[in-house]
């Protein structure tokens, strides 16, 4: 039995039988696989409460698997429980990796993990160099379900108190929501009836900021509270004082700028401005306050933090904190005519800063293509088409309310832009550039 399974693959049969040793394109096709798989159980009557056309559930599907949270129709009054189930079960594989939950099984009975399927993990969670990839599957797979269930358990308590209906299923399905930063609700203004409660906003928080800071940051936070002596990593510490520092200018900005929020109490306008600002900067795409609603100032700032978005090795998307921080450490010294890249006093490496580089023109020229898209398409609002480019790019889900109703090539370009944005700028351009040179490719990791 045991001998049969390891022989089964999921993701050579999800994929159609189609499996390549470049791990990029791997992932490239393995994320279609899964796009495709959803789009036709979403299809399937039982999925759907009223009828939904085949474009809108691929729409759902695509930002469900990338963790997004567009949506063009309500998920609570287009889909029944088992649609719903569909998408969840999309978010979760979306939000902890694509190959991870064969890979843990894989590890578990066999306590062995091919090289192929650690190639395309690395460079589905952009590890560290010599970061252990079979414990990091172990610790997600951990972290996971920990952080979900607390996270349920506790808004099924507050569901529970405000009389919400189907509090259970609601508190399960936006504790998964929340962590995998995919910002899918059930209901159809988000979390605005929630605003001024403390509770609902510290869950959602906490979960949002622990997915969206990555798992590589959890595994080293742990090993501190294990071990007062342990020395957390540099990439932790850059991760975790970009995090800090974007989401306090965020907060501050809109706290004291947001026309919208001023009639609030000091105390209710820091929740709704924290949120916002915890919402854009982890990508988890959820609101409070309606954003086509927000200053065109507190709008820009949410565009900046979407854009650099959360970090490496978590559920988030956006450009990344570690590639700003790169970015930025590159052009410091570069102002300085220093010989070295350096960041606090540490040496970035050549292949870091270039590949920050890189990833940042490539991802800064797809967000402005794919806008120039949308001003042909629908030629409405410069400002909310933009905010809705870098909320798909940047896998957010927060949007001026324009979502519902694109047109089809609209939807198409935001659905190419949510998929980019998962699967990686840098991973969509080795796919699309250097596909005449596989043969060679594979055969150098094969050898």
Known sequence: MIRLLLRFDIEKFLSFGYFSRIPQKQLFIGYLSYIGMGTILLCLPFSQKVYTS?????????????????????????????GQLVILALIQLGGIGYMT?????????????????????????????????????????????????????????????????????SAVFHSISAFCTAGFGLYDDSF??????????????ILSYAGGIGFIV????????????????????????????????????????EPSIQYMDDYAKFKVALFQSMSALTTVGFNTI?????????????????????????????????????????????????????????????????AAISTFIFYTSIL????????????????????????ALGTVGLS????????AFGKMIIIALMFIGRIGVLTFGIVLLYRHQNHTIEDDLVT
């Not at 474009?55 to 088992?82: E, K, R, W």
């Not at 929630?194 to 906003?201: A, E, L, P, S």
């Open 192 to 205: 605005e009836k929630f605003r001024f409660h403390t509770g609902v906003n510290s869950v959602l928080a």
């Open 218 to 257: 959890m595994i080293d936070l742990w090993a501190k509270i294990k071990n007062i002596h342990y020395r957390i990593t540099f990439t932790s510490r850059i991760i975790l004082v970009v995090t800090l520092l974007l989401s306090v200018a965020g907060t501050l900005f809109i706290f004291i700028f």
């Open 54 to 82: 085949i474009l809108d559930n691929l729409f759902i599907v695509t930002s469900a698997i990338t963790t997004t949270g567009l949506a063009t129709v309500s998920i609570a009054q287009n889909y029944t429980f088992l």
């Open 290 to 354: 309606p954003i086509g609603r927000m200053d065109i100032s507190s709008l820009m700032i949410l565009i900046v933090l979407m854009y650099i978005g959360a970090s490496p090795s978590g559920t988030g998307g956006g450009m990344k904190s570690t590639t700003f921080s790169a970015v930025f450490a590159y052009i410091d010294s570069r102002m300085k005519q220093k010989k070295d890249v350096t960041l606090f006093g540490h040496q970035i490496p050549d292949y870091r800063w270039q």
């Open 368 to 391: 402005f293509a794919g806008t120039l898209l949308m001003t042909i398409a629908e030629g409405t609002d410069l400002k909310a088409l933009l905010f809705e480019c870098t909320s």
């Open 400 to 407: 001026c309310g324009i979502t519902g109703s694109l047109t």
């Open 101 to 169: 939950l064969s890979s843990f099984v894989i590890l578990k009975v066999s306590h062995h993990l091919p090289r192929i399927k650690s190639e395309i993990l690395n460079h589905s969670f952009s590890l560290p160099a010599g970061f252990d990839i079979r414990n990091l599957v172990r610790n997600i797979i951990t972290f996971t379900f920990i952080f979900e269930l607390a996270g349920a358990v506790l808004l099924f308590i507050i569901f529970k108190l405000k009389g919400v209906d189907q509090p259970a299923w």
